[in-house]
């Protein structure tokens, strides 16, 4: 599976960005799909995921009600609505895939098999 990330930029807090995940190579709606973010100095951490229909998702409690993570399988793309931006949202985000059964959602990264190359992602105050 091939993932190639995008929408990162440069917004001022309280701003919005859409990040977008546009995968290929297998079939992507059988996955679980997920983001996660790395700030700099710091871990890799979790900040949502989706399960292969879309009907589920689970967010890190640091973006709950902010951020929306959703999918679109007809045109192979995971989406990431980030919105309320605060200067701590500062990261690369990544977007990932699991291989596991498709129902279940990953929360550790090392659950996750397939890595995009990340998108940037800096809130200023």
């Known amino acids: 599976v091939q993932l190639q990330a995008s929408g990162g930029g440069l917004v001022q807090a309280g701003g919005s960005l859409r990040l977008s995940c546009a995968a290929s190579g297998r079939t992507f709606s059988n996955f679980a799909m997920g983001w996660f973010r790395q700030a700099p100095g710091k871990e890799r951490d979790f900040v949502a995921g989706?399960?292969?229909?879309?009907?589920?998702?689970i967010y890190a409690d640091s973006v709950k009600g902010r951020f929306a993570i959703s999918r679109d399988n007809a045109k192979n793309t995971l989406y990431l609505q980030m919105n309320s931006l605060k200067p701590e949202d500062t990261a690369v985000y990544y977007c990932t895939a699991d291989t596991g059964p498709g129902y279940i959602i990953p929360t550790h990264r090392y659950e996750y098999d397939y890595w995009g190359q990340g998108t940037l992602v800096t809130v200023s105050s």
């Open positions: 989706i399960n292969w229909s879309g009907g589920r998702t």
